[in-house]
């Protein structure tokens, strides 16, 4: 009885409800658009236009995705453990130190593919260091996670904005950002993989960190459901007692759990660092990092719906840009609030619709239930 | 002529694979005391949320007072005069007694009014039926006792005429049930209705006035409890004739495997709960250790097992010592042949969320039969599962069901098959057969003699005496946190009785 719904099918259950929900976050900001005379349909096709109306537009609306693919991550896999990670925004931010050491230090004498695997540990290791603290905080002292990670945030933008306008700006510099790289410090388009769709990718910066993220995906997915240390963090999440009574130390596996939902973080420093600008800038990750939590409340913390959900955002990300350029009393604000409705349906009302539905399949399943004895008689 | 409270007709509820109710047919007179009694699984507690308007059931109807009605949720169930005691209860534990009562039945927006209103009508109702309770208690500050007569409180202020309970007595102390027993009897001389479920077959006798035995999902026999005998019911309910006391023969002590000198353990809030026990455990014996719950027991076992830290003393298994007052890893007890069975299963010994499977290992995932380097063994995992759940007749069977799926007396079989098959030398169980049907029973204590007969250590404890009785070798009381006496197992009740309400205790210890 401790689940008052019933068990849907699991297609209902991934595929209908998350529609349903989003199908009405949209209802709801159409009538915010309508609210300040514009019209909704009109809305609507920019927003799917502007992310899906030429190989460009997907290429960016993928870029998007990419980083919020490795911030949702990030917080899944805290979330497992039960740590609410929230500094997410400040592990990407030191992470990006770890690509552009790499960079910096690589780019004209080693190809991307040189290069490239050292930024990622780099980024790994620097957004790793970044939740140490908050995580050894944790768990020798008993500071909790989400106050000391929301300062942590505060005290990475101060650090990188020492670093870009002291340390890594080149002399001589007006802005707080590093060198260009050269070729080996940045990574290829993924233009080839479009052009299978017969896509034209455009100036799109979609790369192949984009890769690296479906491959994390798959080692969150492995962590979590079929390593020791995943079972050890659904444990803890699930029932701190049973974990003690396991003999499951609390204290390592905050620690190792905030470490690596860091890694995941500070890995998506390569995206925009190598795989854009190539270079560090000032504010790179631009709130990615808080995407991240509403993705991974809306993937379920699985990874097989943090991509969608990664998806979803990069749309509203690229569609939404496109709004506010093609109608000007759609700012970007309004934008936001959308994103805002899209995580209030999805992810905190999540179950406002569930029990009707679960009503709906309760009688249907017995129609046929009868349908299939009197088949059987 | 009788009049008829509640009748089911066809009641029929499938969870996916699982028959839970198939078409149960189901009348109770009115200002009656009417038993449901069946094993663990056999869709008891289904039937009542049903009832109640938790679940709705496939096809059949609910009449009650001889109208047919539809019941979507509890709002209805109570709107039709039927108030529920859950097995686990549904209080909000910061809440007074008072403020839990009101809860869902304000009336008014202003909550002044409302108060007072309420707590003339709660005095009533406590002065009606011998229900004291301090109305501006808060709940988690209470033994679970008079937390049930809150529940019970909580149904009468919503006028309730029909009340269901559900293993109301699995938590309480003799004295509790006792005290229950007795409101149950007020309540039915005042007309109310009354169906209990329980897997007690002396307290049906004792109480009810007709019984119902539930198997499989299907109702299979309804019996004026006057004309039934304990036997029967248990026939019925197993399909099968059920030992109501295991045999077992003359214990052949052998060294000692764990021995406990000085344990003194507080709780977290400073109070001793157990105070300077001293107990020694040989291999091929079983000690039981009885008393009331709440008087120590619990953090004895906690402590030995490494997962509650003792203030002084000296524990050591197989002759080497465990360091009780300072950091224990309950996993390197179990690698010295330690197992433990935790009273509470629900918070300590499973993870409900999990699938059974998962659970199956919980402890054990260290073992390098379920691990391939630093990856899970899946298929090793599900596989002994499988094979445990055969072996323990787990019901259903099916290792990858989500464990708060599995019925109360199945969870249980979960632990102890995780915790029994890995033969340990000192194997410590709390509450071995809370909520577990007589069947079950039956199987849990031959499977504990056994391991005695194997020449395991067995340190047991029970609330219920009968249990400690029919398996101890050797009876220790604990009372206030002491170890008050040592007994034979032949020891008459009454003897046992009196030391665990400390008054024989008392004089032994000053002797
Ligand atoms: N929400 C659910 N989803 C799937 N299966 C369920 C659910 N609730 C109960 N079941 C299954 O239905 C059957 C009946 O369970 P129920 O809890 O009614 O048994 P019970 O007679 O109350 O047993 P116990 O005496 O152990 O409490 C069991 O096999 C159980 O696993
Ligand atoms: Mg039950």
């Known amino acids: 009885m401790s689940n008052p719904y019933a068990k849907l099918p699991a297609w209902v259950e991934y595929g209908l409800v998350p529609l349903i929900n989003l199908a009405v976050a949209f209802l709801v900001a159409g009538l915010v658009v309508l609210l300040v005379g514009e019209n909704p349909f009109e809305a609507a096709y920019h927003l799917i236009n502007g992310a899906f109306g030429r190989g460009e537009y997907i290429g960016f609306t993928l870029y998007y995705a990419t980083t919020f693919i490795f911030t949702g991550l990030a917080v899944a896999v805290a979330f497992h453990a039960g740590l609410f990670n929230i500094g997410g925004e400040g592990q990407a931010y030191v992470g990006g130190i770890g690509v552009a050491l790499a960079c910096l230090w690589l780019d004209q004498t080693m190809p991307w593919f040189v290069v490239f695997p050292l930024a990622i540990i780099g980024s790994a290791a620097f957004g790793a260091a970044w939740a140490f603290l908050p995580g050894w905080l944790q768990a020798k002292r008993g500071s909790h996670i989400v106050i000391t990670t929301i300062m942590f945030n505060f005290i990475a933008s101060s650090l990188m904005v020492y670093l870009l306008t002291r340390v890594l700006k080149p002399l001589g510099s007006m802005s707080p950002q590093t060198r260009t790289f050269a070729e080996g410090g940045q990574l290829p388009k993924l233009d080839w993989l479009l052009a299978i769709f017969g896509l034209d990718i455009g100036t799109a910066p979609f790369n192949v960190s984009f890769l690296l993220a479906l491959v994390a995906a798959l080692g969150v997915w492995l962590l979590i459901w079929r390593t020791k240390l995943g079972y050890e963090m659904r444990t803890m999440g699930h029932s701190p007692s049973a974990a003690r009574y396991a003999g499951m130390s609390e204290s390592r596996i905050t620690v190792i759990t905030m470490m690596i939902s860091g890694a995941l973080a500070g890995m998506m420093a390569l995206n925009p660092i190598m795989g854009e600008q190539g270079r560090m800038q000032l504010d790179f990750v631009q709130g990615a990092g808080f995407v991240g939590i509403a993705v991974a409340l809306m993937g379920r913390s699985h990874p097989a719906g943090i991509i969608p959900a990664a998806v979803l955002f990069g749309v509203l990300y690229q569609g939404g840009a496109e709004i506010s350029f093609e109608m000007p009393s759609i700012s970007r604000d309004m934008i936001v609030i959308i994103q805002g409705l899209v995580i209030l349906f999805a992810g905190a009302l999540e179950n406002m619709f569930r029990p009707a539905i679960t009503r709906l399949f309760s009688t249907s399943s017995r129609r046929a239930a009868v349908v299939a004895q009197t088949k059987g008689a | ?511």
């Open chain 2, 1 to 511: 002529m009788d009049s008829i409270a509640i009748e089911l007709r066809g009641i029929d509820k499938s969870f996916g694979p699982v028959h839970a109710n198939k078409n149960i047919n189901l009348k109770v007179r009115k200002g009656t005391i009417h038993g449901v009694i069946g094993e663990n699984g056999a869709g008891k507690s289904t039937l009542m949320s049903i009832l109640y308007g938790f679940y709705q059931a496939d096809s059949g109807e609910i009449h009650v007072d001889g109208k047919h009605i539809s019941i979507r949720d509890p709002n209805a169930a109570i709107a039709a005069g039927i108030g529920m005691v859950h097995q686990h209860f549904m209080l909000v534990e910061n809440f007074t007694v008072l403020e839990n009562v009101m809860l869902g039945a304000e009336e008014n927006q202003i909550l002044n009014k409302g108060i007072a209103k309420a707590r003339v009508e709660l005095k009533r109702l406590e002065r009606e039926y011998a229900l004291e309770v301090n109305p501006d208690a808060v709940i988690e500050e209470l033994p679970v006792g008079l937390q049930q007569r809150v529940e019970i409180l909580k149904a009468l202020y919503r006028r309730a005429d029909i009340l269901i309970l559900d293993e109301p007595t699995g938590v309480l102390t003799p004295a509790e049930a006792d005290h229950l027993f007795r409101v149950l009897e007020q309540l039915k001389s005042q007309g109310k209705t009354i169906i209990l479920i329980t897997h007690k077959l002396r307290e049906i006798m004792a109480i009810t006035d007709e019984v119902s035995v539930m198997r499989r999902g299907e109702m299979v026999a309804t019996r004026t409890t006057a004309e039934t005998s304990v036997e029967e019911l248990a026939e019925l309910m197993v399909g099968r004739r059920v030992l109501l006391r295991v045999e077992k023969g003359e214990a052949k002590p052998g060294d000692v495997r764990l021995s406990v000198d000085g344990l003194t353990v507080k709780d977290s809030r400073g109070v001793t709960m157990v105070d300077n026990v001293s107990f020694n455990l040989r291999a091929g014996e079983i000690v039981g250790i009885a008393g009331v719950a709440g008087n120590g027991q619990s953090e004895l076992l906690e402590a030995i097992s490494g997962i509650r830290r003792a203030v002084s003393g000296n524990v050591s298994l197989n002759g080497k010592a465990i360091d009780v007052t300072g950091h224990v890893d309950p996993k390197a007890l179990r690698d010295r042949g330690l197992a433990h069975v935790p009273e509470d299963r629900h918070h300590v010994g499973l993870v409900l969320k999990f699938e059974e499977c998962e659970n199956a290992i919980l402890g054990y995932h260290h073992d390098k039969r379920y691990l391939n380097g630093v990856f899970l063994n899946v298929d090793a995992i599900r596989r002994d599962a499988e094979q445990r759940i055969a072996e323990y007749d787990i019901r259903p069977p099916n290792a990858r069901l989500k464990t708060a799926n599995f019925s109360g007396g199945n969870q249980q079989k979960i632990v102890l098959a995780r915790e029994m098959e890995r033969g340990p030398d000192v194997l410590i169980i709390g509450q071995p057969t809370r909520g577990v049907d007589v069947g079950a029973i039956e199987f849990i204590h031959k499977r504990i003699i056994e391991m005695r007969d194997q020449g395991k250590a067995v340190l047991l404890v029970s609330v219920e005496l009968d249990e400690i009785r029919a398996l101890s070798d050797r009876i220790l009381v604990m009372f206030a946190g002491r170890v008050v006496g040592e007994r034979d197992p032949d020891a008459t009740e009454g003897e046992l009785g009196l030391l665990m309400a400390g008054v024989e205790g008392r004089k032994e210890a000053a002797e």
